[in-house]
T-cell receptor
Framework: SQQGEEDPQALSIQEGENATMNCSYKTSINNLQWYRQNSGRGLVHLILIRSNEREKHSGRLRVTLDTSKKSSSLLITASRAADTASYFCATDGGGGGNKLTFGTGTQLKVEL | GAVVSQHPSWVICKSGTSVKIECRSLDFQATTMFWYRQFPKQSLMLMATSNEGSKATYEQGVEKDKFLINHASLTLSTLTVTSAHPEDSSFYIC????WGAGGNQPQHFGDGTRLSIL
């Protein structure tokens, strides 16, 4: 299945700045999820937003969802060096055992 | 929280060897587990959906005879890479969903297995 697109592919910011990552997808969804991956490790779930939700917050994370544009964004506020990782969006279409289709990912580097 | 354990974390072996990777859900039952493959600096590609007590569902282009999946219990799925060759070298990651937690739940991922075939 086709993957979603994320932009930017790579993002480098200074500690304390905000980081915004965008995700676009192609098909209808049940929910959209954001995951974080540190180099050489598995994925850690960050936020799940349902198709009928428009915005969700968790600590320094804010996710928006626009189903009419088939897009989502992840905002990390007051970034820290420890936020350096790859971030992936993934869509759950609801069928087929709730398979996830992952975006291309954004590599975030937060410099001191 | 839901924890998925994946072993081994790193394997180096000779070409022609078969390699088994285990994925366990430690504190929940997983009727369905997922196996992904990831190349360096790329996204995750779903290889197959592992179903407890039945045959796995493979994605298009994935050789079922090359990548054998067994899901014999509600907490364990195994992926065996048969007669591995250098082109099978990759990062393999499993995940599981806690169906008992209701709908709209995330997947929980293992830490991955880095497979290097010499």
């Amino acid at each position: 299945s086709q993957q979603g697109e994320e932009d930017p592919q790579a993002l480098s910011i200074q500690e304390g700045e905000n980081a915004t990552m965008n995700c676009s997808y192609k098909t209808s969804i049940n929910n959209l999820q954001w995951y974080r991956q540190n180099s050489g490790r598995g994925l850690v779930h960050l936020i799940l937003i349902r198709s009928n939700e428009r915005e969700k917050h968790s600590g320094r994370l804010r996710v928006t969802l626009d189903t009419s544009k088939k897009s989502s964004s992840l905002l990390i506020t007051a970034s820290r060096a420890a936020d350096t990782a790859s971030y992936f969006c993934a869509t759950d279409g609801g069928g087929g055992g709730n398979k996830l289709t992952f975006g291309t990912g954004t590599q975030l580097k937060v410099e001191l | 929280g839901a924890v998925v354990s994946q072993h081994p974390s790193w394997v180096i072996c000779k070409s022609g060897t078969s390699v088994k990777i285990e994925c366990r859900s430690l504190d929940f039952q997983a009727t369905t587990m997922f196996w992904y493959r990831q190349f360096p600096k790329q996204s995750l590609m779903l290889m197959a959906t592992s179903n407890e007590g039945s045959k796995a569902t493979y994605e298009q282009g994935v050789e079922k005879d090359k990548f054998l999946i067994n899901h014999a219990s509600l907490t364990l799925s195994t992926l065996t890479v048969t007669s591995a060759h250098p082109e099978d070298s990759s990062f393999y990651i499993c995940s599981a969903r806690d169906w008992g937690a209701g709908g709209n739940q995330p997947q929980h991922f293992g830490d991955g297995t880095r497979l290097s075939i010499l």
